[in-house]
């Protein structure tokens, strides 16, 4: 599967933005859907994940912030992302795996499938 990110954009702090990720095949049932983020100097770090049957994950540092969805006649995934923090700024990464969709779970086994970033930059 073949995944393209976009709507990543500058944003001030406090505001909101929405970013998506389209696959290139079906995503029903198929694939767990994810998103990852990477700061200058620091290492890929979990954002969200979603499950093939729906169960989602939050990175610790987003929880209450952001959210994922997916629209799967779209092969589409979401990540709108609320009240932004400086510390927000980075590439996000959309993956795809057959089984994963959580921190652990990347730490240990990494993930199939990903697409090209797109940069978000809160501006404090």
């Known amino acids: 599967v073949q995944l393209q990110a976009s709507g990543g954009g500058l944003v001030q702090a406090g505001g909101s933005l929405r970013i998506s990720c389209v696959a290139s095949?079906?995503?029903?049932?198929?694939?767990?859907m994810n998103w990852f983020r990477q700061a200058p100097g620091k290492e890929r770090e979990f954002v969200a994940g979603?499950?093939?049957?729906?169960?989602?994950e939050y990175g610790d540092s987003v929880k209450g912030r952001f959210a994922i969805s997916r629209d799967s006649a779209l092969n589409t995934v979401y990540l709108q992302m609320n009240n932004l923090e400086p510390e927000d700024t980075g590439v996000y990464y959309c993956a795809a795996d057959r089984i994963g969709y959580s921190s652990s779970y990347y730490r240990a086994h990494g993930m199939a499938y990903w697409g090209q970033g797109t940069q978000v930059t809160v501006s404090s």
């Open positions: 979603v499950s093939r049957t729906g169960s989602i």
């Open positions: 095949e079906d995503i029903a049932n198929r694939y767990t």
